[in-house]
């Protein structure tokens, strides 16, 4: 086997190795046979091109385009389409419906996904599209380190996402395989491209016994010492890529991902809660099609509707985003102290009720859902406590490893608190340590979100009323749009946009309404957990994905944090505290929060008509989902996106053409000038093409010998390259009236060219039409204009300040 062909093999193999690290991300490993056999195909028409040889440009795009027709005939049909039933409908039309489908697919359902045919396409796709500039790196422009760049980003992504999906554990030995593997392609494409390189150097000095092979390997014997040191090199960079990620500090996901993102060691009563946001990780659980059951509990509470798991607070907002505030942690007592601010008479009115609560084996989070305000905690392993936000956090086990609630079974004993209207009405001024730290807003603020605040609470007579105007605001009279596929945005510019598009989930509400009760003096803070879930008719209640929810909280003397819902979404019920006292008065709108729907639980933002409640589960209902939502026209493209897709094929074809279709136009230029000289450059650069290289310092008749001479042209062939240079001499150096007819010479061009074109192989001929050498001279021009101008520029400037003193005395 050549170096090259080896180098071939081995890129793709490497690519291979590296796409290993994506299989996580899908249920199935089924696409990567197809990506394994195409990506040959792909290697395959990239070592016939380059043997042909093609140029560099020609082999990329016959690679490209036969992986186009591939994956074409491969995934063409799988979308229905209104659009027809031919050949173009088939290749272009359902290829890209499929295409966007698979895009839809990535965005709605959790990790691990089921593979789907969209999925299946853009998985394929993108292995040979990272294949393809792998094999243009180390093979065609022979650079095979700088081939790791590709093959780390389709790594990063595939560890990214991988890591997201699988949390920690398990996933830890799997994304060292897969690094493993990953790795060792690459320095395999090192080895062999180190290979060929030393054998086109020849012999090794000093190493190789007589007789052997000096290219890098003995014949059948040891390797030779430079490859032996490659290898001990390569396993070496190998290992320590391995070992030293596992002594560094390590980085995990957000409040509903595995492992509980950011929180501190917890050790001792010095040990703290750190910052976290849980903004992306509560979208991406919203949006999940794969509604898995996260926790099941039964309870004695006769509401069930306010039975929320809460998980932690979000007490700080520092204009960039709401986290959660560093806060010593202690130990979890038997007894939790009472909730800050309640009073004895709320207390007194209050129910004690007790909630047994059953974690998957998916669910890894460090921070514990509970009922609020939970007085007790009957749980085993190692847990501490945050009195301000009565949060519980699983502390250090060892190193880099906490406790977590992953398949835990606990009981918690909370407070079902019912305060009244005229309670809240009638709350004193808050303690000023509360007010001074729950007030605080960023002093980048935008003032709309300030002066909205206060146009909407106008003629509140107490911090009640504007609360529950507020809510109102969002959940019925606003105009507000529940939408989970929106951009969630970070900062206080996202509430201003958030107060202008008015769409938006609950992480928008939410915030909004937290920021905009600070402005008015309200302490307000945002509460991150699930809703109650989905009652069974076992009298246990199911909790899933869809169900995480962030609300806001807001402090009121004597009654203490107190939940609100501005949110209008469906399952969600508003608190009979914050109604107004007079319901009828309200607008009717069909996204009012209190509504029929409610006491129909919904663990999603929007209900599939088609699908019945017990496939939802598992992503049963994706597939169809999807293809539902694939776009209009049953799938197909539009018209437009047909004539794009054909517009973009011919532009993919015609680039090739580019050098062939330039030089026939000079050609048609020169010769229809009139000029001799014209048409004496013309046949140079068609002598250049063929592989002659033009030599300025010959005269005319010497050049047009050398011409005939190295061109091998016959006898008619080479009497035209002879007159040609005869009529340029005379049009030199004879006097006027003595030029040859013009049309003669202009086919005795043609006839030259001609002979030069069959004296060549075929491959020769070819890249003499379509890759010619005389184009250097397009460059060479382009070099020579900008050089001018830049001298012209220069010249400008220069005589510019030479006048810039003259002007300043006058």
Not at 58 to 78: E, N, P, Y
Not at 511 to 523: V, W, Y
Not at 790 to 798: E, F, I, L, P, Q
Request: net charge positive.
């Amino acid at each position: 086997m050549s170096g090259r062909a080896r180098l071939t093999v081995f890129a793709a193999l490497a690519t291979l190795f590296t796409a290993w690290s994506l299989n996580p991300l899908v249920e199935s490993g089924g696409w990567l046979p197809q990506a394994a056999l195409l990506l040959a195909l792909q290697s395959a028409v990239g070592a016939g091109a380059r043997r042909v040889p093609l140029a560099r440009t020609l082999t990329v795009a016959a690679q490209l385009l036969v992986s186009l027709l591939a994956l074409m005939l491969l995934f063409g049909g799988k979308v229905q389409s209104s659009a027809g039933n031919g050949l173009l409908d088939y290749l272009v039309a359902d290829f890209g419906a499929l295409f966007r489908q698979g895009v839809q697919d990535v965005n709605e359902f959790a990790m691990p996904a089921p593979l789907t045919d969209g999925i299946r396409l853009l998985l394929v796709s993108g292995v040979l599209l990272i294949g393809l500039l792998v094999d243009l790196l180390a093979v065609t422009v022979r650079t095979a380190a700088a081939a790791g760049l590709p093959l780390l980003a389709l790594y990063s992504v595939a560890a990214g996402l991988s890591g997201a999906a699988t949390g920690s554990g398990g996933a830890s030995a799997s994304s060292a395989g897969s690094f493993l593997l990953a790795g060792c392609g690459y320095l395999l494409l090192l080895l062999a491209e180190g290979r060929d390189r030393l054998a086109q150097w020849g012999r090794v000095f000093g190493a190789a016994p007589r007789g052997r092979v000096a290219a890098g390997y003995s014949g059948g014997g040891a390797p030779l010492a430079p490859v032996r040191s490659g290898r001990r090199i390569g396993a070496v960079a190998l290992g320590l890529a391995l070992a030293v990620p596992a002594v560094l500090p390590a980085m995990a996901g957000g409040v509903l991902g595995p492992g509980g993102a950011g929180e501190g060691e917890g050790n001792g009563v010095g040990g703290s809660i750190q910052a976290v946001n849980p903004l992306v990780s509560l979208q991406s659980s919203l949006n999940t099609q794969d509604n898995r059951v996260v926790l099941r509990y039964r309870t004695d509470s006769p509401q069930l509707s306010e039975q929320y798991l809460r998980i932690l607070a979000l007490d700080e907002f520092n204009g960039i985003k709401w986290e959660a505030s560093g806060r010593a942690l202690t130990d979890v007592p038997k007894r939790m102290p009472n909730p800050p601010g309640v009073s004895e008479g709320v207390l007194n009115g209050a129910t004690e009720v007790q909630t047994f609560i059953s974690s998957a084996q998916t669910y890894a989070q460090r921070y514990l859902p509970m009922p609020y305000p939970a007085t007790g905690v009957d749980i085993a392993g190692k847990w501490r406590f945050e009195p301000a936000g009565r949060t519980l956090v699983g502390d250090q086990l060892g190193k880099d490893k906490f406790q977590n609630a992953q398949g835990v079974q606990y009981s918690v004993r909370s407070l079902l608190l019912n305060p009244t209207a005229e309670q809240l009405r009638n709350a004193p001024a808050a303690n000023p340590e509360i007010a001074a730290e729950y007030t605080k807003v960023p002093d980048n603020l935008p003032a709309v979100v300030v002066q909205t605040a206060r146009e909407v609470t106008r003629g509140s007579k107490d911090d009640y009323s504007a609360a529950v105007k507020l809510q109102d605001y969002f959940a019925v009279s606003g105009g507000f749009r529940y939408d989970t596929k929106v951009s969630s945005g970070t900062g206080a510019q996202a509430i201003s946009k958030f107060l202008a598009d008015k769409e938006g989930f609950c992480v928008h509400f939410a915030f909004s309404m937290a920021s905009m009760a600070r402005t008015l003096g309200i302490p307000a803070r945002v509460a991150v957990g699930f809703t109650p879930g989905e009652k069974q008719s076992d009298g246990v209640v199911n909790v899933s994905m869809r169900d995480a929810h962030a609300w806001p909280e807001l402090y009121f003397e004597g009654v203490g944090w107190t939940r609100f819902e501005p949110t209008p979404r469906s399952g969600i019920t508003v608190p009979d505290y914050s109604r107004p006292a007079a319901p009828d008065s309200r607008p009717s709108t069909p996204t009012a929060a209190p509504s029929a729907s409610a006491a129909q639980p919904s663990a999603g933002p929007s209900k599939a008509e088609d699908c019945p409640a017990d496939q939802k589960k598992l992503g049963e209902c994706g597939p169809a989902a999807a293809q539902r939502n694939s776009g209009t026209g049953g799938g197909g493209l539009s018209p437009a996106g047909v004539a794009a897709w054909v517009l973009g094929t011919l532009v993919l074809l015609a680039l090739p053409l580019l050098p062939f279709m330039w030089r026939r136009r000079l050609r048609a230029r020169r010769l229809g000038s009139g000029q001799v000289l014209a048409a004496w450059r013309e046949l140079g650069d068609a002598a250049w093409d063929a592989g002659i290289v033009p030599d300025e310092a010959l005269s005319p008749r010497g050049a047009a010998e050398r011409v005939v001479s190295l061109g091998r042209l016959d006898a008619d062939a080479g009497a035209a390259v002879l007159r040609v240079s005869g009529a340029v001499e005379r049009a030199l150096y004879a006097p006027p009236g003595a030029e040859a007819s013009y049309g003669a010479l202009k086919a005795d061009v043609l006839l030259a060219r001609t002979g030069l074109l069959t004296g060549l192989s075929r491959t020769a001929r070819l890249r003499a039409l379509f890759l010619p050498r005389s184009a250097a001279r397009l460059g060479w021009t382009v070099s020579s204009r900008w050089t001018s101008l830049t001298t012209r520029a220069t010249s400008a400037t220069t005589r510019l300040r030479a006048r810039l003193p003259l002007w300043g005395r006058g």
